[in-house]
């Protein structure tokens, strides 16, 4: 239930995870499911402490990224950056250094390095033509980095190309991208909406004036 309500209603994803950590704490399944759920409720020092104990249970690198992104939530980007060398890094698979090379952009973002972060981001996968799961989130991180360095020409390209490689539509990068191209879209619901005109007076047994004799 957490993991099929994570995305719609992490309140009430939250709500189960709190539940199956008093029925099974010592299943680290569970404890991670309950990170991922006190996470996406903002909820950083709860997320860390059990993805913490998910990892003391299995051993496991892979939440090496998250970890270092509750840093971050938690105002300690500089932490977030000291995981980002560690060696535990090296030990993740390829999604999980992208994942931690993110992070570490968005460090330096926090800390108002925005030339740091761009030079982060930099790398053979942003580089690469072959799109991966990550392709379009690394794209769009770097976009907006330069957006935010005010290089507003090349964001606009990096932007393009991750709409590009958005096949899910993880991210609104081509709401961005119209943004930069001055487009206004208009909710073409109001406009048939504003076409129809008042409506018709309802008299006071329901019915509507010029129905009745």
Same mark, same amino acid.
């Given at each position: 239930?957490?993991?099929?309500?994570?995305?719609?209603?992490?309140? /009430? +994803? =939250?709500?189960?995870?709190?539940?199956?950590?008093? &029925? *099974?704490?010592?299943? !680290? $399944?569970? #404890?991670?499911?309950?990170?991922? /759920? +006190? =996470?996406?409720?903002?909820?950083?020092?709860?997320? &860390? *402490?059990?993805?913490? !104990? $998910?990892? #003391?249970?299995?051993?496991?690198?892979?939440?090496?990224?998250?970890?270092?992104?509750?840093?971050?939530?938690?105002?300690?980007?500089?932490?977030?950056?000291?995981?980002?060398?560690?060696?535990?890094?090296?030990?993740?698979?390829?999604?999980?250094?992208?994942?931690?090379?993110?992070?570490?952009?968005?460090?330096?973002?926090?800390?108002?390095?925005?030339?740091?972060?761009?030079?982060?981001?930099?790398?053979?996968?942003?580089?690469?033509?072959?799109?991966?799961?990550?392709?379009?989130?690394?794209?769009?991180?770097?976009?907006?980095?330069?957006?935010?360095?005010?290089?507003?020409?090349?964001?606009?390209?990096?932007?393009?190309?991750?709409?590009?490689?958005?096949?899910?539509?993880?991210?609104?990068?081509?709401?961005?991208?119209?943004?930069?191209?001055?487009?206004?879209?208009?909710?073409?619901?109001?406009?048939?909406?504003?076409?129809?005109?008042?409506?018709?007076?309802?008299?006071?047994?329901?019915?509507?004036?010029?129905?009745?004799?």
């Amino acid at each position: 239930m957490v993991a099929r309500l994570l995305d719609e209603d992490p309140e /009430a +994803a =939250y709500g189960y995870s709190r539940v199956a950590l008093r &029925l *099974a704490s010592r299943v !680290a $399944a569970v #404890r991670e499911a309950a990170g991922f /759920a +006190a =996470y996406a409720n903002q909820k950083y020092s709860e997320a &860390l *402490a059990e993805f913490r !104990a $998910a990892r #003391r249970m299995t051993g496991s690198v892979e939440l090496w990224p998250v970890m270092a992104d509750c840093e971050r939530g938690l105002g300690r980007p500089e932490k977030a950056l000291d995981m980002a060398g560690a060696p535990e890094v090296h030990k993740l698979d390829k999604a999980g250094q992208v994942e931690m090379r993110l992070v570490a952009a968005g460090a330096r973002r926090d800390m108002g390095q925005l030339d740091a972060a761009i030079v982060t981001l930099q790398s053979p996968e942003l580089a690469s033509n072959s799109v991966q799961p990550w392709t379009a989130r690394l794209r769009y991180a770097y976009a907006d980095a330069l957006l935010a360095a005010g290089r507003e020409q090349e964001a606009r390209e990096w932007f393009a190309k991750a709409v590009e490689s958005d096949r899910d539509g993880s991210t609104d990068a081509s709401d961005r991208l119209a943004e930069l191209d001055g487009v206004d879209f208009m909710d073409a619901l109001d406009e048939r909406e504003g076409e129809e005109g008042p409506a018709s007076p309802v008299a006071e047994d329901g019915t509507e004036d010029g129905a009745k004799d």
